[in-house]
Every structure is written in C-alpha cells, then in structure tokens.
C-alpha cells in the first residue's frame, strides 16, 4: 500500500469515528515555500519580532514605536522617565488608570504635540506601546524637568554614593548639570543624597526595628556585657520608641578595671540628622593608646541624659563615690553636674582643646598659642610658672 492511500484510509477511518481531520475542508491555500526573504519556509509572511525595553536601552537617539513591549507597567513609567531626562523633554503623566487594563498616557508641553498611550495587554502578558503621535517642537528645557526626580537621580548615582558617602551638593548639581544638562537647586541635590543612602542602608526606622535582635544576639554571646535599652515613655503607641541604649562589654569592662589607669575621658560626638548624640568614655591603655570602655546613644546631650550615662558608668565599672577616680572632659555644666553629684571624690579635670577654645579669645595670635600649650604640657611647677611669666610679660 502506497503512503498516499494509506494516509487517505486513516483520514476516512477518523471520519468515520467522529473526529474532525484537521485537513479535511481546509480553507488554507497550499503551502508552498516563499520566495521572499521576508517568507518563510512554509509561504508565511513573517512576523516582526517587538522590541522589548528594558533599563540597559540607549535613550540617546531614542524613537517612540508603536508596539513597543515592557514587562511592566512601572517599566514604562521608567523608560518614559529615562527618554524625558536623556533628550530633555518635559513629559508627564495625563491619565492613569489601574482598573482599566493599566492605562497610562504621556504628553509633552500644552504647545508640543507629541503623545503616547500604553496598556496591560492580558494575552501576552506585558505592558505594550498602542499609540505615538506627533512630533516634539519643543526646545530643551534646562530650568525644569517633570521627569528629573530625586530619587530617579539617586538611583542612577548609586555607584558614586557607594564610594564617597558624602558626596557634597555642589558637587551633585555640577554632575547633574554636566550628565542631563539640566540645572537643579541645593535642597534637591539633598534630597538626592538623601534617597541615596536610604537605598543603600535602607531607612532609620528599620535600623532602629533590629535593636532587639541585635541585644539578644550580644546577650548569647556576652551574658556578663551591660546593655541597658530605654524606650521614650512619652511617646507611647502600638511600637515603643527609642530613646536610649548603653552598651559595655564585659571583655573591655574587665581589661580596663584590671590593667589601665583610673583615668577616663567623657565626650560627646555624632550628632545625626535624627537628633540624637553619641556619648563616650574613654580610658589610657599601659601603651598609652586610647581604649574605649563604653558608650550609650542618647536623645541629645542634656542634664538628664548626661546624669543617666554617669549613673550606668558608675554601676558598669563599680566606680563607687569615684575615689581614685579622674574624669576629664569639657566644661559643660551637664557634665560638671553629673560628676558632682554622683562621683563626688573624683578629681574633674577640664579638656586642654576646650579651655584653649574660650582662652584664644582673648589672647589671640600663635605667639600666646605656643604659650599656652607650654604651660598645659608641662610636667612639672617651674616649668608651668616659667610659662606663665613669659605669658605676663
């Protein structure tokens, strides 16, 4: 039996069983391969493949095709964004619509009359360009750009910020100006910056949310450490707030009590954009070198503040009265009341930079620095007098 009958018996034979050939009254013409390069093999126009836009597209020479692909709505808004930065067009969004197959509509200034119109295409599953019209009559806009957002500008210099975390304003408008050739203001290259580090260390509230772990975990690996948390008792709600935290290891508690000297440094540094100020106690190690022995992260630097850090450091390092105790610091009178009344017997010195800082103002030139700092470094009473002869004279 030849392949052609034997074919045509099976054919008859699914009739026969109730199925539908698929070749029986076709209404397809013969396929027959196609001479055009735009055929293929079976005869068939091909079709064009759409283009996908995605975040690695060069916008520099950018045109706008109907039947563009984005695998998302939000990739649209940012390629739309990215083209209106590139090219310096003022696009905006003119209509937005979710329920409605996610439509979005982008137009150009009221003179301009260049158009685009997009929606979710739920067959294929992505986002397709249905509409370009016009041409862009506009002129570049260096003074405003709907489209130059901070946090657009953040992510795009998220590899400078990664290597200079304090990238200056300045510096960030010159950069603007010379990549996008438009101008900004100050306070949006500090929004800029701001977006930035929040992209890169995520924002304070959820730094502040893994306080807890993060005392457990030192807990499990310190039991003895002396790590005291204070929530605000103010500001009460369904989370407690921060307000205070005092840290000291017990490995750096016992080294300082049994091998440095009895003498400590108090400070204050870090004052964040948050409001809140890092306090410090400082020891002499036996080579000299400076050996931190415990630090808390307060509200600000205050009468309250500063009383509660002595009282912990008191209780940390077993202080008592302060007997052979020598606390160095500046001259603020939280300090000074703090010390006072907790550590009575300590001897309170005051930091040589901070006395100096009020003493320069009255005896100015390097002449009465060199002067001071001779008197300050002396080891002993003539020489501490000599200096301040040579001050009188």
Known sequence: MSLHKSFKKKQ????????????EDSDEAE????????????????RQRRVIISELTDFTNFEWSVGY???????????VAKYAVIQGKNLTF???????????????????????????????????LKTVSGTHTCTRNMLKNRQLKSRWMASQFLEIFKNR?????????????????VLIKKDLAYKVKYHAHQMLHGSMKEHYNKLGSYIRTLKDASPHSVINLVNNP??????????????????????WIEGCRKVLCVACFLKTFLGGQLLAAIGRD????????????????????????ITELQRSLELGDGSHLAIIS???QSILGAVTNILPSAEHRHCARHIFAHWHKDFKGDEMKMIFWRAAKAYNLTDYNEALEERES
């Open 12 to 23: 008859l034979k699914g009739n026969e069983e109730g199925y539908e050939s698929e070749y």
């Open 31 to 46: 396929l027959t391969p196609g001479e055009s390069e735009d055929d293929d093999f079976t005869g068939r126009k091909r």
């Open 69 to 79: 692909r984005f695998p998302n709505r939000e990739e649209f808004r940012k390629a």
């Open 94 to 128: 003119t209509s937005s619509n979710k329920n409605r197959g996610q439509r979005l509509e982008v137009k150009c200034l009221t003179s301009c009359p260049f158009r685009l119109y997009g929606s979710w295409d739920s067959r294929r599953a992505y986002f397709v």
């Open 165 to 181: 975390p304090h990238w200056p304003a300045k510096e960030i408008q010159e950069t603007v100006r010379r990549a996008y050739r």
């Open 234 to 255: 103010i500001q009460r709600g369904p989370e407690p707030v921060f307000q205070r935290i005092f840290v000291c290891f017990d490995g750096i508690k016992k080294g």
């Open 286 to 309: 036996a080579n000299d070198q400076m050996y931190p022995v415990a630090w808390a992260v307060v509200e600000g630097e205050n009468n309250d503040s500063w009383h509660w850090f």
């Open 330 to 332: 500046d001259e603020h």
